[in-house]
């Protein structure tokens, strides 16, 4: 079955950076849709970036547009959010996640994906 495992959280200064990772095991990783989410206590869980294989099915969401960057490395079966000029309002509990086929327009949507890591911590102050 599809696990993922994230690291790479850690506390950080404003205006600061951070490289999550997130290791995929169990299936083909080429065919799946792989994401970032993020939770922030008391609010929901919040799409930022989702990315598939051929490159141009890439998204974020608009308030990390020009500072986080998604990328994947299909040799590692690994996804990366490159993290830059980090703010306060980017803390929270950043997520990996998975799902089969292209990421497509509800990218967002966090009922579409099946596979979910366990969470790593990322505070900005």
């Known amino acids: 079955h599809v696990q993922l495992v994230e690291s790479g959280g850690d506390s950080a200064q404003t205006g600061g950076s951070l490289r999550l990772s997130c290791t995929f095991s169990?299936?083909?990783?080429?065919?799946?849709?792989m994401a970032w989410f993020r939770q922030a206590p008391g609010k929901e869980r919040e799409g930022v970036a989702a990315?598939?294989?051929?490159?141009?099915?890439?998204y974020y969401t608009d308030s990390v547009k020009g500072r986080f960057a998604i990328s994947r490395d299909n040799a590692k079966t690994t996804v990366y959010l490159q993290m830059i000029t980090l703010k306060p309002e980017d803390s929270a509990v950043y997520y990996c996640?998975?799902?089969?086929?292209?990421?497509?327009?509800?990218?967002?949507?966090?009922?579409?994906?099946?596979?979910w890591g366990q969470g790593t911590q990322v505070t900005v102050s």
């Open positions: 996640a998975a799902k089969r086929g292209l990421c497509g327009t509800w990218w967002w949507k966090a009922f579409e994906y099946n596979h």
């Open positions: 169990g299936d083909t990783y080429s065919r799946y849709c």
């Open positions: 990315h598939f294989t051929t490159g141009v099915d890439t």
